[in-house]
């Protein structure tokens, strides 16, 4: 069975740092583009980052230059480092993967992790 497995969420105060990271099994992750998105209560889910299969990136403007997204083939699993937290980064987020890279909006992916939550404090 198809699985992406998010870790590394918690609680922080603003201005500190999470790495998330996404564990894919079953899947030819290296074909896969992948992103990081995040949702918070009563919001609509939305990208935060996303990286092709040759590593181009593009991220939400809100996290331009605090947040950077990474993926490790060998390993078959994405990353989100997040720096200098701000409260309204609080929200689930979740890893997903777009086997046809149209990355297009939630729509576009067809495997999804059960999320894991970030709470930050001011």
């Known amino acids: 069975q198809v699985q992406l497995v998010e870790s590394g969420g918690g609680s922080v105060q603003a201005g500190g740092s999470l790495r998330l990271s996404c564990a894919a099994s079953?899947?030819?992750?290296?074909?896969?583009?992948m992103a990081w998105f995040r949702q918070a209560p009563g919001d609509e889910r939305e990208e935060v980052a996303m990286?092709?299969?040759?590593?181009?990136?593009r991220y939400a403007d809100s996290v331009k230059g605090r947040f950077t997204i990474s993926r490790d083939n060998a390993k078959n699993t994405l990353y989100l480092q997040m720096n200098n937290l701000k409260p309204e980064d609080t929200a689930m987020y979740y890893c997903?993967?777009?086997?046809?890279?149209?990355?297009?909006?939630?729509?576009?992916?067809?495997?999804w992790g059960q999320g894991t939550q970030v709470t930050v404090s001011s």
């Open positions: 997903a993967a777009d086997r046809a890279c149209q990355v297009l909006g939630p729509s576009s992916y067809n495997i």
């Open positions: 079953r899947i030819t992750f290296s074909v896969y583009c």
């Open positions: 990286i092709g299969r040759g590593g181009s990136t």
